[in-house]
């Protein structure tokens, strides 16, 4: 099995663009392009949060538009950009998106890993929540299964990051609940997110939590407390999550095309010239 997890596209109309400098919906295009380029092609993308910039009708459709290009099938979580009735409405042709309730969030069982989605989102607010009612629905779904592996998927990391900015508008509700609940189940193989636009790995309740990197733009590595509020123009990524040997491996792949591949060997012999 084989999983491409995108996120944070930030989808604004053609030539807007976001925060002056980033014309963002000029970037998913390639990413669907070298997503659907791989061999072998992924069964499955999930599409971590922040799908739109503002959550507008028109950057629904605009979206929807980029990602019907994709070969296989795709899971959309609401991040803290994202207007989840619109989105529900907007994608009314995905039904794991319709009939749930207040909170997007639902379960994906016809893949060898168990997909759990949980929503994070505190509505007009940046910063994430998981409020008593979210986490008692993740119990019973976890309680469902509990020998089976799983993956859970939400937007805003359940840990503080050291870039404060992003730490000041992370998950400030439910985490060290949320931890104790993932602790009981040693099925969760691993916890995917987004919202951080950048590439970090953190133990958590006893698996591993990811975040995303962004095929448009990355947060600025500044650890500083006081670090400001920053975006650079990196190299746009998303991760592939591999299933094999019963556990799950996280590559980190780049969008833009680079030079190469070049061989180590020629006539089964290191190349040294």
Request: proline share 9%.
């Amino acid at each position: 099995m084989l999983i491409a997890q995108i996120s944070d596209m930030h989808i604004r109309m053609p030539g807007q663009k976001a925060y002056r400098v980033v014309e963002t919906d000029r970037y998913l295009p390639p990413a669907v392009q070298a997503i659907n380029a791989l061999d072998p092609l992924p069964d499955r993308v999930i599409v971590s949060g922040d799908l739109t910039d503002f959550g507008r009708p028109a950057e629904y459709a605009h979206l929807r538009q980029m990602l019907d290009g994709l070969r296989m099938p795709y899971y959309l979580l609401a991040g803290n950009h994202d207007e989840r009735t619109q989105l529900a409405q907007s994608f009314e042709h995905l039904p794991y998106l319709q009939g749930t309730g207040e909170f997007l969030q639902y379960t994906i069982e016809d893949l060898p890993v168990r997909l759990i989605t949980l929503d994070t989102v505190v509505p007009k607010a940046s910063h994430g929540a998981l409020c008593e009612r979210r986490l008692t629905w993740l119990a019973d779904r976890l309680a469902e299964q509990p020998a089976r592996p799983t993956i859970v998927a939400m937007h805003h990391p359940p840990f503080a990051t050291g870039i404060g900015h992003m730490d000041k508008i992370g998950l400030l509700q439910g985490a060290q609940a949320l931890q104790a609940l993932v602790a009981r189940h040693p099925n969760i193989e691993r916890i995917l997110c987004g919202h951080l636009h950048r590439t970090i790995f953190r133990r958590f309740g006893g698996t591993v939590v990811s975040t995303c990197p962004s095929p448009a733009h990355q947060v600025v590595l500044d650890l500083r407390p006081q670090g400001p509020s920053a975006f650079v123009m990196e190299p746009p990524g998303f991760h592939l999550h591999h299933w094999c040997d019963g556990a799950l491996n996280t590559h980190h792949a780049y969008i833009d095309g680079y030079p190469g591949p070049y061989p180590f060997h020629e006539d089964g012999a290191l190349i040294d010239e």
